[in-house]
């Protein structure tokens, strides 16, 4: 299983980034994709995450009506689409290999994961 981001940068607050999450080696209808973050310091915070069967999609408090996932099961790939960022949002973003069950009750979190792509929001 490898999971690959892309997207991430330095934005200005009030601005916007899309990260990618590519997926491979799985069986993608058997598995949910999330995202979560960690800032220096920090503890890992669930972002959102997406079903793959379903399309179903839920997201953290702190980033609803600002953040929306997506998913192309043509090319096994998760998109994070950002909107309105705040400094609150720079971290390392890494997304995740999760169960159906799990994208469903919050736990977003997760060991399967990719390295990572920076998001950097100035203010």
């Known amino acids: 299983v490898q999971l690959v981001e892309s997207g991430g940068g330095l934005v200005q607050a009030g601005g916007s980034l899309r990260l990618s999450c590519r997926a491979s080696?799985?069986?993608?209808?058997?598995?949910?994709v999330g995202w979560f973050r960690q800032a220096p310091g920090k503890e890992r915070e669930g972002v959102s995450c997406i079903t793959s069967r379903e399309r179903d999609a839920f997201y953290a408090d702190s980033v609803k009506g600002r953040f929306t996932i997506s998913s192309d099961s043509a090319k096994n790939t998760v998109y994070l689409h950002m909107n309105s960022l705040k400094p609150a949002d720079t971290a390392v973003y890494y997304c995740?290999?999760?169960?159906?069950?799990?994208?469903?009750?919050?736990?977003?979190?997760?060991?399967?994961r990719g390295q990572g792509t920076q998001v950097t929001v100035s203010s």
């Open positions: 080696g799985i069986t993608w209808d058997d598995y949910a």
């Open positions: 995740s290999l999760l169960t159906t069950r799990e994208c469903r009750v919050g736990q977003y979190v997760s060991d399967q």
